[in-house]
């Protein structure tokens, strides 16, 4: 697939679960792009005709991908909610059991971003309930509070190495 436009880079953080998603769930990750393409082409009817034309060949692509997957695959938008929440449900409590095991660093606010990420494709279903959008907002809050504090911990660092380092 060519590069996303700058115009299509709110899509991205999705294509990359897919990506990463891809040998062990290709459903959910069939889901995945399934609702970046959604998003994708939202934005594409309310761009620019500059970037639109910028745009068609990606969203050409990505949707060639999405209908071979649809092809291979057995796609059923029922199984696809489960999946997508299960898998959602697994990251969230992978994030939660390091927090809980006061383990916080990258990896967990990256847990919490792929389980924020995932519940935003389940929203994509028709069966989804306002606990998927909780999860979500929470999810999302959590990986942001812990970027921000291993950001301000990372400032501290630099702070103290540079004042011993005057010193």
């Not at 679960?17 to 062990?24: E, H, R, S």
């Not at 792929?114 to 306002?130: I, P, R």
Request: charged letters at 25%; glycine letters at 2%.
């Amino acid at each position: 697939m060519s590069e996303i436009p700058l115009v299509l880079k709110h899509i991205s953080p999705f294509l990359t679960q897919a990506n990463t998603l891809d040998a062990k769930h290709p459903i959910v990750s069939y889901w995945c792009r399934m609702y970046a393409l959604s998003l994708a082409m939202d934005r594409f009817k309310h761009s620019t005709p500059v970037d639109q034309k910028d745009c068609q060949a990606f969203l050409t692509s990505l949707l060639c991908e999405v209908e071979d997957a649809k092809t291979r695959l057995s796609i059923n938008s029922d199984e696809g909610l489960e999946k997508c929440s299960q898998i959602a449900f697994n990251y969230l409590r992978a994030a939660e059991d390091e927090e809980l095991n006061s383990n916080i660093n990258r990896n967990t606010a990256k847990l919490f971003m792929c389980a924020s990420n995932l519940f935003a494709v389940c929203q994509q279903f028709d069966g989804c309930d306002v606990t998927i959008e909780q999860k979500k907002t929470y999810a999302k809050s959590k990986m942001a509070e812990i970027v921000k504090e291993l950001k301000s911990q990372e400032s501290r660092a630099t702070t103290a190495a540079t004042t011993a380092n005057i010193a």
